[in-house]
């Protein structure tokens, strides 16, 4: 991918020519031992409305006593070094097994939030990759610990309906960070569990002061969800 050309678009011009003229970084960690086809992911992130660049970064576990989820975290670092120093106004994360809506892109921009996540789900039991922490009062602690074992704290995956919402954590499968972010945090070298570097990326993001959201609109297909959408349909379709 080459360097971008023009001037960076100044902060908050959400006109239809700040969308097309914002340049964006389309990053994927491309992971061969899942079988994910990156040609499928090539055609879903062409077919957008407003085509992106694109950088894939292949990885692979170079040691088996180190968590193979490390090296993903270091590839996206990788993809977030290369967004500074070529100047792109945003940097979007897109699993190669998610398959995003032809104006996923466009609408995660129009939101125009420090960090917006599209909505994905896990492979498992269908739960979003969106969660919000929630304090609990003094009052109710028995009652938090009695259902979720843990008296002040709960934290609980956020189910919503299409309409976008501040959370706390999202998972990178289809995230977009702008500049301003990715400027300033990064991912972690290491990582304390599997499959937490975006968590810990979230973590440090709102430490700084940044607001993470949800675009449950933006509605993607996880290969091998158990309830995947029947249909990539387009956001803004009425």
């Known amino acids: 991918v080459g360097k971008p050309q023009g001037n960076t678009i100044k902060e908050g011009q959400r006109s239809r020519r ?94 125009d939030k420090d960090i917006v996540a599209g909505k994905y789900c896990h492979k498992e039991d269908g739960t979003p990759f969106f969660w919000k922490t929630e304090y609990v009062p003094p009052e109710k602690r028995e009652e938090a610990k009695n259902r979720y074992g843990k008296p002040t704290i709960i934290e609980e995956w956020v189910y919503m309906g299409n309409q976008p919402a501040q959370i706390h954590k999202a998972g990178t499968g289809c995230m977009l960070i702008k500049r301003k972010v990715f400027q300033k945090v990064g991912f972690p070298k290491k ?23 949800a675009h449950p609109g933006v509605l993607c297909q996880h290969i091998g969800a158990s309830n995947p959408p029947q249909k990539l349909a387009r956001v803004g379709k009425k």
Not at 54 to 80: F, G, K, L
Not at 191 to 198: A, F, S
């Open 18 to 111: 700040w969308y097309l003229l914002s340049r964006v970084l389309c990053a994927t960690i491309y992971t061969p031992a899942y079988g994910y086809d990156l040609n499928l992911w090539r055609q879903y992130i062409d077919a957008q409305s407003r085509k992106p660049d694109a950088v894939h970064v292949q990885t692979e576990p170079d040691d088996p006593n180190r968590y193979w989820d490390e090296n993903v975290s270091i590839a996206r670092e990788i993809c977030r070094q290369k967004a500074i120093k070529d100047g792109y106004d945003y940097l979007w994360f897109v699993d190669t097994d998610v398959l995003v809506p032809p104006d996923g892109l466009e609408e995660l921009i129009k939101l």
């Open 191 to 213: 990582v304390p569990q599997p499959w937490t570097e975006d968590i810990i990326f979230c973590i440090a993001a709102m430490t700084e002061g940044f607001e993470i959201w």
